[in-house]
Each structure stands twice: as structure tokens, then as C-alpha cells.
């Protein structure tokens, strides 16, 4: 089985930065690419940004210029760095990781971003 844990979240006023990071563990044999979503009240699960095995990157536009997301594949990590976050980036933030050899992608328990005005 695999494992994913994130860290990072937390309650920030807006405009500030949050550094978000997923670590995977148990029986890796290769990342693809790693994801982050979000979801908030109400609100269907939104694709945040990934990156695969080459570092080639996607954002939403809702958080392009904003966010970059990173990948130390050699600790199974990917990051998500936040910058000048609004109040609706609020949401609980999931990592997926999409492994090699692997039918089904994982995914972290979410960790909770809230920003205030």
C-alpha cells in the first residue's frame, strides 16, 4: 500500500504565502505525476496545478502566476508554494499521485488552507 501525507496548511491572512509539500511512501517503483487539487464547500474538486516525471507543469488560471508547484522525485515529494493567496483560495488542498506500475492513482487525506480578509 501506498501512502501519501501532506503538510503545510495552515490560516493566513490574504496576501500571504503557505508552502504546501506531499510525501509518498511504501512500494514506489516511479512517479509519473504528481497532482494538486482542491475543494471547497460546496464546490466540486478543482484540478490546482501537477507536474509529471519530466517536470512539465499545468496551472489553473485561477492560480497561475500566483503558484508553482515542484517535484523532488528522488523523496517522492512534490510542493505546492501559495503566493499572494486570496480568500478564495480557502479549501482543503489534496495531493495524487499517479505511480508507475500502478492501476490506480493515490491520494493524500487534504490538508485545510484558510485565508482571510
Known amino acids: 500500500q501506498v501512502h501519501l501525507v501532506e503538510s503545510g496548511g495552515g490560516s493566513v491572512q490574504a496576501g500571504g504565502s503557505l508552502r504546501l509539500s506531499c510525501v509518498a511512501s511504501?512500494?514506489?517503483?516511479?512517479?509519473?505525476?504528481m497532482t494538486w487539487y482542491r475543494q471547497a464547500p460546496g464546490n466540486e474538486r478543482e484540478l490546482v496545478a501537477d507536474?509529471?516525471?519530466?517536470?512539465?507543469?499545468n496551472y489553473a488560471d485561477s492560480v497561475r502566476g500566483r503558484f508553482t508547484v515542484s517535484a523532488d522525485y528522488t523523496k517522492n515529494t512534490v510542493y505546492l508554494e501559495m503566493n499572494s493567496l486570496k480568500p478564495e483560495d480557502t479549501a482543503i488542498y489534496y495531493c495524487?499521485?499517479?505511480?508507475?506500475?500502478?492501476?490506480?492513482?493515490?491520494w493524500g487525506q487534504g490538508t485545510q488552507v484558510t485565508v482571510s480578509s
Open positions: 507536474i509529471d516525471s519530466d517536470g512539465d507543469t
Open positions: 495524487k499521485a499517479d505511480l508507475a506500475g500502478e492501476l490506480y492513482d493515490y
Open positions: 511504501g512500494r514506489i517503483y516511479g512517479i509519473n505525476a
